[in-house]
């Protein structure tokens, strides 16, 4: 182990090196698959979003509509409340 990497490793939570879901882990549902599906969904939106923003470059006004709906899309897809 270079000396580097042990250094990291000790600064970091033991959470981040295992990434297995900890209960008492505060960001535990991002080590689960359906967090991680969640976060799929959420980056093929923005993929979308953006070959129609590049294809609709001449409207600044539709660029920066779809941009808001997309985040707030996003922030409801990735959302943990019941």
């Known amino acids: 182990m270079e000396p580097r990497k042990s250094i990291r490793h000790k600064l970091l939570p033991h959470?981040?090196?295992?990434?297995?879901p900890d209960a008492s882990h505060a960001h535990r549902r991002r080590y689960t698959s359906r967090y991680r599906q969640k976060r799929?969904?959420?980056?093929?939106?923005?993929?979308?979003?953006?070959?129609?923003?590049?294809?609709?470059?001449?409207?600044?006004g539709l660029v920066l509509g779809l941009a808001l709906a997309t985040t707030f899309a996003s922030f409801c897809i990735l959302d943990e409340t019941p």
């Open 15 to 20: 959470s981040l090196h295992d990434c297995s």
């Open 40 to 60: 799929e969904c959420v980056k093929s939106l923005w993929i979308g979003s953006g070959l129609v923003m590049i294809a609709a470059s001449a409207s600044p």
